[in-house]
């Protein structure tokens, strides 16, 4: 099955700094490649997604790239703000399949 | 739009009791519906993936009667931990898949935190 690997397990940025986390998986097949990012106590919030079709994908401070040659993804945050301290999860679905998790990345902005 | 509401939000119980655990999909249906656990500074466990009208397929070391999922509509899912015992304490989150427009999109519920006394 799935197996997808985040790095790193931590991040501490200062604000105004960029921040990239990187995903790498297993399943070839898998086409779908969505980013969560969970507060303390509340459940993953959908950031940013992007397809096996797709290299890249931006929304505002936000980006997703996509290699499917080399099976990894990253998420790309520019000019970080405090408000986007948070836990950050990539994910990787294949065709017919519930979404497989990477460990997470604690993100922490300083001020 | 794309909400996804779960209830009860925190519940405590006595061990040996039951809960059950509410996921609906406010603005959408959802023809899947995925249940997942998650233990603290740890990542998303997969539990079952339930499709409306069908039985719930649990993942491999998942007590399927232990974990009792109903999907009886395309708006609502159950989960009911029945003879809870303290190490099924843990926050447990729905996500719902859309039937119609972007299919892969997943929509997480806040969770519940369940705590067995």
């Known amino acids: 099955g799935e197996n997808v690997e985040q790095h790193p397990s931590t991040l501490s940025v200062q604000e105004g700094d960029s921040a990239v986390i990187k995903c790498t998986y297993s399943d070839s097949a898998s086409n779908y490649f969505p980013w969560y990012k969970q507060e303390l106590g509340k459940g993953p919030q959908l950031i940013i997604d992007?397809?096996?079709?797709?290299g890249e994908k931006k929304d505002q401070r936000i980006a997703v790239t996509l290699n499917k040659t080399a099976k990894h993804f990253s998420l790309h945050i520019t000019e970080t703000q405090p408000e986007d301290s948070a836990v950050y999860f990539c994910a990787a679905k294949g065709a017919g399949t519930a979404l497989i998790f990477g460990k997470g990345t604690t993100l922490s902005v300083s001020s | 739009g794309a909400v996804v509401s779960q209830h009860p939000s925190w519940v405590i119980c006595k061990s040996g009791t039951s809960v059950k655990i509410e996921c609906r999909s406010l603005?959408?249906?959802?023809?899947?519906m995925f249940w997942y656990r998650q233990f603290p500074k740890q990542s998303l466990m997969l539990m079952a993936t339930?499709?409306?009208?069908?039985?719930?397929?649990?993942e491999q070391g998942v007590e399927k009667d232990k974990f009792l999922i109903n999907h009886a509509s395309l708006t609502l899912s159950t989960l009911t931990v029945t003879s809870a015992h303290p190490e099924d304490s843990s926050f447990y989150i729905c996500?719902?898949?859309?039937?119609?427009?972007?299919?892969?999109?997943?929509?997480f519920g806040p969770g519940t935190r369940l705590t067995v006394l």
């Open positions: 603005d959408f249906q959802a023809t899947t």
């Open positions: 992007i397809r096996s079709n797709v």
């Open positions: 996500s719902a898949r859309a039937a119609t427009g972007v299919a892969d999109t997943q929509y």
């Open positions: 339930s499709n409306e009208g069908s039985k719930a397929t649990y």
